[in-house]
């Protein structure tokens, strides 16, 4: 078993605001909290997931740090605003596909980096950071820094294109300064679009986009189809996967549990194929229950088979 992981969720930090409940929520959010669940159980203090995020000195605020807390999560990161609100993003459904509309100027769009985020970025192992968490300068000046700091962590770029809140330098410096770049099938298109690509099929766009910046993968995830990577070596596939649905539940968050499965299988020295099976279970299960962060099961984790 390696030593002790470190991942951190860059970025923002919201409740989603559904029309019959508020949940945790955020990219960079469910990452942590995901990544949290699957490190700590390890065997030899496995690792802990963290959110480097900021939030208001409000109700929400209040609740999430409550939440944290109970769920034994670390708040080390967590940064307090003293005049703005902390994040929400409202959810709706059409034809059970959730939609998204995201306050504006909140808590997490005015993210501070100072020698306590350095240090973090200096010990950290892996981060994953998004386009969407970056529509701020000083949100994107400080990701920008955290990420120039992190020089020996694995890093992956995820792509959220929400409410046209991303410009083609966004994309680039992100592309740029990442291991690993994750975004689904309907993105891939206009990505590589912004970015100057050539035409073509969401298999010809990822492989352009992995030569042009040298990456490690590119990372698809399409749904209920599951997650494919393109690598030096090719195409590689996960298994599908599926778990049954619980009441109310919905696919928020699963691609964020993805990401968590994703970097916490390369550190533990998972090849490809391992890698994406986990990422397509994990995600699986997240979709099959309510909300984008919920409890790990102890049976579930165990058959991710993490600790062997």
């Known amino acids: 078993m390696a030593g002790t992981f470190t991942i951190v969720g860059l970025g923002e930090a919201v409740f989603d605001m559904f029309p019959e409940r508020q949940v945790l929520g955020g990219t960079s959010l469910n990452v942590a909290v995901q990544a949290h669940q699957l490190l700590a159980p390890l065997s030899g203090n496995g690792g802990r997931g963290v959110l480097l995020s900021r939030i ?6 209040e609740r999430l740090q409550t939440e944290f807390r109970e769920r034994e999560l670390p708040l080390d990161f967590v940064q307090i605003d003293d005049t703005k609100p902390t994040g929400q993003v409202l959810v709706s459904f059409v034809d059970d596909a959730p939609s998204y509309e995201i306050v504006m100027d909140t808590a997490w769009d005015h993210l501070q980096f100072t020698e306590h985020e350095a240090a973090l970025a200096r010990a950290c192992d892996a981060v994953s950071f998004g386009s969407l968490s970056q529509r701020h300068p000083v949100a994107h000046g400080s990701t920008q820094a955290f990420l120039a700091e992190a020089k020996h962590a694995l890093k992956i770029f995820d792509v959220n294109l929400r409410m046209d809140l991303f410009t083609p330098e966004i994309l680039d410096q992100g592309c740029r300064a990442a291991n690993l770049v994750k975004l689904n099938d309907e993105e891939i298109a206009t990505v590589t679009n912004q970015l100057g ?15 042009k910046y040298n990456l490690e993968a590119v990372i698809l995830t399409r749904g209920k ?23 109310n539940a919905d696919s928020v968050g699963a691609g964020d549990a993805c990401t968590a499965a994703l970097l916490t299988a390369r550190l533990l020295g998972r090849d490809w194929q391992a890698t994406l099976d986990l990422a397509n279970r994990h995600g699986a299960f997240i979709a099959s229950q309510p909300g984008a962060t919920p409890l790990l099961p102890d049976e579930v984790w165990t058959s991710y088979g993490l600790d062997s």
């Open 56 to 61: 208001g000195s409000d109700e929400l605020g």
């Open 197 to 211: 690509l050539p035409e073509g099929n969401a298999h010809a766009h990822a492989e352009a986009l992995r030569e």
């Open 225 to 247: 189809q599951g997650t494919t990577a393109f690598t030096a070596q090719g195409w590689h596939e996960g298994a599908p996967a599926s778990f049954a649905s619980a009441p």
